[in-house]
């Protein structure tokens, strides 16, 4: 999976970075402030959504209803989500405001690595994944003429991707086993594929769904873990992924690492 953040635009390219890292900044000061922030392709992934429900104060439902629009996935057996652009000529970041976004706190993954691109990929045949940096370089973006220099930790951790990096590493382990079609022969928009898209995007109906079935009975939880998933919805998120595939999978070979 890598973290995509597209301008509709074809004038760009994208290099490995190594250790050498690179030189970029954005700022208020750049002529190409904001620039970046419409007609964008924009995919939200489960933790994007998290973050930005509560950074809005909304419901997942709610946020669901009013900033997404359902895309086709990167396989047939899953559906993306994408940002709604405003619905004019511009075609603007429903949140980008006078100054700049206007919910930087929780931007979603792809806002936060651009113009970073982060591909991770499974090790054949073990449980290890290899991450892989890329930079692109498009043409509007003046950023990489700033005199400031990275390395890929020093941006990730300037841009708070940590937590970002570890719940989308995990949603890419998911989102490969969607691959493989395991909705049991419902097809694809069944209710086990519903009951998916509940847990991955509507975290707020899953709490809903994980208090009603009790689900904490059946799972072997300590107590320390159910408080955690009590009070935040990351961790409600993590026990989502795993009940998945465990309930879809039944075994133990996909459990997340
Ligand atoms: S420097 Fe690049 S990322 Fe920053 S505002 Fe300009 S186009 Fe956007
Ligand atoms: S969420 Fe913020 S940074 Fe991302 S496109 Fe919208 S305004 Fe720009």
New binding site residues.
Partial sequence: MTTK?VRQSADFGNKSIGKDGFDFSCHPGVSCF?D??RK?D?YLYPYDIVRLKNGLSLSSSDFLYKYTRVSEGSHPYFPSLM?LMNDDSEHL????GEE?????KD??S??RTYPVERAVERVPGSRSLTTHYFITNHAYCKGHAEDKHYTIRKWESEQQLFDFNLMNDLWAQVDAFFATNPWQGEGTAGPLQQLAFMVCYNIDEFRGYYNDHKLWKHSGLDKSSRRLIERYDAELLKYGFQWLLTMLGGQDSNRLV
């Fill in positions: 953040h904001k970046c922030c964008l924009l940002l970041c429903p949140f980008l700049g976004c206007l919910v930087y931007r979603p792809s806002c």
